[in-house]
């Protein structure tokens, strides 16, 4: 057992830097028959299509819009804010959607969005402003929809946390990979209109790829079901006798994740502003080194709970994971104002935000399904905080820009992640013992183990 979670762990830490003959030659050697069935069929596969997905999304964030105005608002703004509503609506949809969709239903519906969420950018190019900030609405839309489905073919699994582990990693390094990617097509002479249909257009093969690949993996064994227990859909009562079930320390958890999606939202979607009020000017690959580094130390820690077999540890250590996170945002920040490195903060940042944004999707839910053996599945949990996480980034956003202060978009955000880092280690220390406390009695769950 200690082995395989070795090698786990080992091949998560290599997928950005691996090739696709190494992957090929890796299981050759290791004699794995059929392919489809090894758990790093899995892990590229759903790493790849939703690393694919922020190539249809997050490229715009490397433009700056600058010159174009409208009832007073910056276009970029008007952006942000119409993809945003249309992913935060999607958000409440999935919470219906994602819960109840049937296996065999989601490579369809893959398509379908990935599709309908290129129009959206190829008409962002043909319509003129300000009526193409609609498209934006209508792109985030879809896109909103695509991480769940993505995530039902991995949890469950006695190396979910690993897989999931890959899968958040995705959208860390593609998120500046994307950003990246738009500002070469930019510096290369494509307008900040038709930049983010091209970048997307570039995407397209690869996700297809990726798509096929996920349609492959096969169903969780029988094995994985005992450890982890079945996954089934979730209809309104199931969904409500759950929440209310454990509802005091789920909405914690719901905070905690409104907390961390507040700053990670703000880290990704003003990178350039962020970087330039530090000191950095036009540098894409600024945006993907620091994710790389970022996603390696969150996948490490994430990974770490393939050591802890007790389902009920794993599930307290993912909470303090979430209070350790916050904390290390106060650091980055008290380093910065005692001369800290700026690229050096960008990255603690990086790490603060999403090492609870990561322990949440990765082992919170997962764990917490695995003690209680209820009949549940991640989706629906995912997309409760997902949804009020988004809702409050949006209001958070108008508030910001109905009301601007003076003050820089990197001082806005160095006084957010001192206020939100006191606030969200403070809860997740309530949830865990509350928690603690209300498990207690089904410690006994806590003892199935990974084989």
């Not at 789920?250 to 962020?274: H, K, N, P, Q």
């Amino acid at each position: 057992m200690r082995d395989s979670a070795l090698t786990n762990l080992f091949l998560i830490s290599h997928l950005a830097i691996s090739t696709p003959a190494q992957i090929v030659n890796a299981l050759r050697h290791r004699s794995l028959l059929p392919i489809t069935s090894h758990p790093l069929w899995a892990l590229v596969a759903s790493f790849g299509a939703y690393f694919c997905m922020y190539g249809f999304r997050k490229p715009y964030a490397a433009a700056t819009y600058e010159s174009v105005h409208y009832l007073g608002l910056n276009f970029k703004f008007l952006l942000v804010m119409s993809q945003t509503f249309g992913y935060l609506i999607a958000k409440w949809l999935g919470i219906k959607i994602v819960s109840e969709i049937k296996p065999y239903q989601r490579i369809g519906l893959l398509l379908l969005l990935i599709g309908f969420a290129e129009i959206m950018l190829l008409l962002f190019g043909i319509v003129p402003p300000p009526w193409n900030i609609l498209c934006f609405f209508f792109n985030g839309l879809p896109l909103g929809i695509i991480f769940g489905l993505i995530l039902s073919f991995l949890e469950g699994r006695k190396n979910s946390e690993a897989l999931i582990a890959g899968l958040c990693a995705s959208f860390i390094v593609s998120d500046g990979f994307s950003k990246s990617m738009g500002s070469v097509l930019l510096i290369d002479g494509v307008s900040e209109k038709w930049m983010p249909f091209f970048a997307g257009l570039i995407f397209v093969i690869p996700i297809l790829l990726f798509i096929i690949m996920l349609s492959k993996v096969p169903p969780p064994s029988d094995e994985d079901r005992v450890q982890r227990c079945t996954r089934s859909p979730m209809y309104a009562k199931e969904r409500w006798d759950f929440y209310m079930k454990f509802a005091p320390g789920l909405t914690g958890i719901t905070m905690v994740y409104l907390f961390v999606t507040f700053l990670r939202s703000l880290r990704a979607d003003f990178a350039r502003e962020l970087w330039r009020d530090l000191g950095f000017f036009q540098t894409p690959e600024m945006f993907t080194q620091s994710e790389l580094l970022v996603s390696a130390g969150v996948i490490l820690i994430s990974a770490f709970t393939i050591y802890v077999r007790n389902h009920m540890k794993a599930f307290e250590f993912s909470l303090l994971a979430c209070a350790g996170g916050f904390l290390l945002c106060l650091v980055a920040v008290a380093g910065l104002q005692s001369g800290l490195n700026k690229f050096v903060f960008m990255v603690l940042i990086g790490l603060g935000v999403y090492i609870p944004y990561v322990s949440i999707h990765t082992t919170v839910f997962e764990r917490l399904i695995a003690v209680t053996r209820e009949k549940a599945n991640i989706g629906f949990m995912m997309y409760v905080v997902d949804a009020v996480g988004y809702t409050g980034y949006a209001l958070l956003l108008l508030y910001r820009n109905l009301w601007p202060t003076p003050a820089s978009m990197l001082t806005n955000f160095v006084d957010l992640c001192l206020v939100l880092g006191v606030a969200g280690s403070i809860v997740s220390l309530v949830s865990y013992f509350y928690f603690k406390i209300k498990l207690r009695r089904n410690e006994q769950h806590a003892q199935i183990s990974f084989r």
